[in-house]
Nanobody, 123 residues
Framework: QVQLVESGGGLVQAGGSLRLSCAAS????????TAWFRQGPRKEREIVAT????????YYADAVKGRFTISRDNAKNMVYLQMNSLKPEDTAVYHC????????????????WGQGTQVTVST
């Protein structure tokens, strides 16, 4: 059974940093593209960042470019999201996701999703 479990969320002041982690199990992790998505209050789910199987290709939404960094450790079946210079508009539930087949970097079509971790940025 495939599981993606996020951790690392919390409450932080604007300008602060958080590092989210996602632990994957039940799949050959190195063969999956992974990504972080978020869904803020009363907002649609949006893509945040994507990382390819071997970490060669990364993609960031314009809203987080230059502030967030996605990375992965295939040996540990982990994917991370380092979030710096956080803003109140970054407040959301953050989900990691994994997909097996190749697709455009900004695709929303993923096979597996985690339950999410709450990030709240105060002013």
């Amino acid at each position: 059974q495939v599981q993606l479990v996020e951790s690392g969320g919390g409450l932080v002041q604007a300008g602060g940093s958080l590092r989210l982690s996602c632990a994957a199990s039940g799949l050959t992790f190195s063969t999956y593209t992974t990504a972080w998505f978020r869904q803020g209050p009363r907002k649609e789910r949006e893509i945040v960042a994507t990382i390819s199987r071997s970490s060669v290709i990364t993609y960031y939404a314009d809203a987080v470019k230059g502030r967030f960094t996605i990375s992965r450790d295939n040996a540990k079946n982990m994917v991370y999201l380092q979030m710096n210079s956080l803003k109140p508009e970054d407040t959301a539930v953050y989900h990691c996701a994994a997909r097996r087949v190749l697709a455009p970097v900004d695709s929303y079509d993923y096979d597996y999703w985690g339950q999410g971790t709450q990030v709240t940025v105060s002013t």
